[in-house]
């Protein structure tokens, strides 16, 4: 157990609807990260904040978006769903020391848009 | 950019043997950090070693080994005496100080070990 806690672990909706991922980081983390993995993209970063703010954007489509909220916990919201969003959604957190410290990922959030 | 590439798409061995995973990285960075992560067919990504570039010491953690080469650019896990429960896909991945702190992962290994 990494520490870091998603929601839902999955999710079956359709296409044109929005849904929205939670990702809890461990505790005393600052940074949070969002990562897509697909069959044909593999592991994709999408974006990061850090305390609260954003820090840097990856390939995030623009139908999506994210934000860390004061007690550190993070959204990602998908909207305008298509089926090729279908993918297993990750966040990761890191501690707030160095550079580049060690990403501990979540469980992840299974998606199937139909 | 940075790059990530491993050239094993999957590997299968049987129990006890050992094996290697490949990963060459390419960045244009000095300062860079290598991991790999390990995903069982559960599907979470576990941690299993972070490098940094300035540290080619080879390490060994129980059955797991590592050997970093600069001159070649690789970062390569070995498995000794491999067992069932390592069936996993592992993943190589770099974070380069140039760019953001994100991971850029290769495509993965599938690794399955047969009884």
């Known amino acids: 157990d990494s520490g870091v806690t998603q929601t839902p672990k999955h999710l079956i909706t359709a296409t044109g609807q929005r849904v929205t991922l939670r990702c809890s980081p461990r505790?005393?983390?600052?940074?949070v990260y969002w990562y897509q993995q697909s069959l044909d993209q593999g592991l994709q970063f999408l974006i990061q904040?850090?305390?609260?703010?954003?820090?840097a954007k990856g390939n995030i489509l623009e139908r999506f978006s994210a934000q860390q909220f004061p007690d550190l916990h993070s959204e990602l919201n998908l909207s305008s769903l298509e089926l090729g969003d279908s993918a297993l959604y990750f966040c990761?957190?890191?501690?707030?020391?160095?550079?580049?410290?060690?990403?501990?990922f979540g469980p992840g959030t299974r998606l199937l848009v139909l | 950019a940075q790059k990530v590439t491993q050239a094993q798409t999957e590997i299968s061995v049987v129990e006890k043997e050992d094996v290697t995973l490949d990963c060459v990285y390419e960045?244009?960075?000095?300062?860079?950090?290598l991991f790999w992560y390990k995903q069982p067919p559960s599907g979470e990504l576990v941690f299993l070693i972070r490098?940094?570039?300035?540290?080619?010491q080879n390490e060994i953690s129980g059955r797991y080994s590592w050997n970093f080469q600069k001159s070649t650019s690789s970062f390569n896990f070995t498995i000794t005496a491999s067992q069932v429960v390592d069936s996993a896909v592992y993943f190589c991945a770099l974070s380069a100080q140039g760019g953001s702190e994100k991971l850029v992962f290769g495509k993965g290994t599938k690794l399955t070990v047969n009884p």
């Open positions: 960045t244009r960075d000095t300062t860079y950090y």
């Open positions: 505790s005393g983390d600052l940074s």
């Open positions: 990761a957190s890191s501690p707030p020391t160095r550079y580049s410290e060690t990403q501990y």
């Open positions: 904040y850090y305390n609260g703010e954003e820090r």
């Open positions: 490098r940094n570039s300035f540290d080619e």
